[in-house]
Nanobody, 124 residues
Framework: QVQLVESGGGLVQAGGSLRLSCAAS????????MGWFRQAPGKEREFVAAIRGSNSVTVYADSVKGRFTISRDNAKNTVCLQMNSLKPEDTAVYYC?????????????????WGQGTQVTVSS
Protein backbone atom coordinates (compact mmCIF):
# COMPACT_ATOMS: atom_id res chain seq x y z
CA GLN A 1 0.00 0.00 0.00
CA VAL A 2 1.31 3.43 -0.96
CA GLN A 3 -0.11 6.77 0.08
CA LEU A 4 0.70 9.82 -2.00
CA VAL A 5 0.48 13.47 -1.00
CA GLU A 6 1.06 16.25 -3.50
CA SER A 7 2.18 19.79 -2.71
CA GLY A 8 3.50 22.86 -4.45
CA GLY A 9 0.55 23.95 -6.51
CA GLY A 10 -0.56 27.55 -6.73
CA LEU A 11 -1.18 30.57 -8.92
CA VAL A 12 1.51 31.73 -11.31
CA GLN A 13 1.69 34.05 -14.28
CA ALA A 14 2.28 32.73 -17.76
CA GLY A 15 5.96 32.15 -18.35
CA GLY A 16 6.58 31.42 -14.69
CA SER A 17 7.62 28.25 -12.91
CA LEU A 18 6.30 25.93 -10.23
CA ARG A 19 7.71 22.83 -8.61
CA LEU A 20 5.30 20.10 -7.55
CA SER A 21 6.28 17.47 -5.03
CA CYS A 22 4.74 14.13 -4.20
CA ALA A 23 5.60 12.43 -0.93
CA ALA A 24 5.08 8.68 -0.79
CA SER A 25 4.71 6.42 2.20
CA UNK A 26 6.29 3.00 2.43
CA UNK A 27 9.75 1.51 2.49
CA UNK A 28 9.89 0.25 -1.10
CA UNK A 29 9.47 3.54 -2.93
CA UNK A 30 12.38 2.82 -5.27
CA UNK A 31 10.46 -0.11 -6.73
CA UNK A 32 7.53 2.04 -7.82
CA UNK A 33 7.18 3.78 -11.10
CA MET A 34 5.71 7.24 -10.63
CA GLY A 35 3.63 9.43 -12.86
CA TRP A 36 2.03 12.85 -13.01
CA PHE A 37 -1.35 13.41 -14.59
CA ARG A 38 -3.54 16.48 -14.80
CA GLN A 39 -7.20 17.25 -15.26
CA ALA A 40 -8.60 20.57 -16.37
CA PRO A 41 -12.25 21.50 -15.77
CA GLY A 42 -14.52 19.69 -18.21
CA LYS A 43 -11.69 17.64 -19.67
CA GLU A 44 -10.41 14.11 -19.35
CA ARG A 45 -7.49 13.35 -17.09
CA GLU A 46 -4.32 13.41 -19.18
CA PHE A 47 -0.81 12.08 -18.81
CA VAL A 48 1.99 14.54 -18.13
CA ALA A 49 5.15 12.61 -17.27
CA ALA A 50 6.42 9.42 -15.65
CA ILE A 51 9.63 7.98 -14.26
CA ARG A 52 10.47 4.32 -13.86
CA GLY A 53 11.50 2.98 -10.47
CA SER A 54 14.25 0.59 -11.57
CA ASN A 55 16.28 2.89 -13.79
CA SER A 56 14.69 6.38 -13.65
CA VAL A 57 13.89 6.36 -17.35
CA THR A 58 11.49 9.22 -18.04
CA VAL A 59 8.73 9.87 -20.54
CA TYR A 60 6.78 13.06 -21.24
CA ALA A 61 3.63 14.13 -23.00
CA ASP A 62 4.39 16.12 -26.14
CA SER A 63 2.58 19.13 -24.71
CA VAL A 64 5.09 19.49 -21.86
CA LYS A 65 8.28 18.15 -23.40
CA GLY A 66 11.13 20.63 -23.00
CA ARG A 67 9.27 22.61 -20.32
CA PHE A 68 8.61 20.08 -17.55
CA THR A 69 11.08 17.79 -15.80
CA ILE A 70 10.19 14.81 -13.62
CA SER A 71 12.69 13.57 -11.05
CA ARG A 72 12.76 11.35 -7.99
CA ASP A 73 14.69 11.09 -4.76
CA ASN A 74 14.41 7.54 -3.48
CA ALA A 75 16.12 8.42 -0.20
CA LYS A 76 13.36 10.93 0.54
CA ASN A 77 10.48 8.97 -1.03
CA THR A 78 9.60 11.90 -3.24
CA VAL A 79 8.97 12.59 -6.89
CA CYS A 80 8.97 16.13 -8.26
CA LEU A 81 7.69 17.86 -11.34
CA GLN A 82 9.55 21.04 -12.25
CA MET A 83 7.33 23.11 -14.51
CA ASN A 84 8.88 25.99 -16.46
CA SER A 85 7.52 28.32 -19.12
CA LEU A 86 4.01 27.71 -17.87
CA LYS A 87 1.06 28.47 -20.12
CA PRO A 88 -2.59 29.14 -19.28
CA GLU A 89 -3.44 25.77 -20.85
CA ASP A 90 -1.36 24.08 -18.14
CA THR A 91 -4.04 25.08 -15.64
CA ALA A 92 -5.39 21.91 -14.02
CA VAL A 93 -5.44 19.76 -10.94
CA TYR A 94 -2.21 17.77 -10.97
CA TYR A 95 -2.18 14.24 -9.61
CA CYS A 96 0.67 12.03 -8.56
CA UNK A 97 0.28 8.32 -9.31
CA UNK A 98 2.25 5.14 -8.67
CA UNK A 99 2.44 1.55 -9.76
CA UNK A 100 4.55 -1.36 -8.57
CA UNK A 101 5.39 -2.41 -12.12
CA UNK A 102 7.75 -1.05 -14.76
CA UNK A 103 4.90 0.76 -16.47
CA UNK A 104 5.53 4.41 -17.35
CA UNK A 105 2.93 4.76 -20.04
CA UNK A 106 0.20 7.33 -20.38
CA UNK A 107 -2.83 5.28 -19.40
CA UNK A 108 -4.25 6.12 -16.00
CA UNK A 109 -5.39 2.53 -15.62
CA UNK A 110 -1.74 1.52 -15.38
CA UNK A 111 -1.38 3.27 -12.04
CA UNK A 112 -2.85 1.77 -8.91
CA UNK A 113 -2.21 4.49 -6.35
CA TRP A 114 -3.26 8.13 -6.59
CA GLY A 115 -2.87 11.29 -4.58
CA GLN A 116 -5.62 13.81 -3.94
CA GLY A 117 -4.25 16.36 -6.37
CA THR A 118 -2.93 19.91 -6.21
CA GLN A 119 -4.31 22.88 -8.13
CA VAL A 120 -2.11 24.72 -10.61
CA THR A 121 -3.48 27.91 -12.10
CA VAL A 122 -1.61 29.86 -14.76
CA SER A 123 -2.87 33.35 -15.48
CA SER A 124 -2.38 35.09 -18.82
Amino acid sequence: QVQLVESGGGLVQAGGSLRLSCAASGRTFSRYSMGWFRQAPGKEREFVAAIRGSNSVTVYADSVKGRFTISRDNAKNTVCLQMNSLKPEDTAVYYCAANALEYIGGSSSGYRYWGQGTQVTVSS
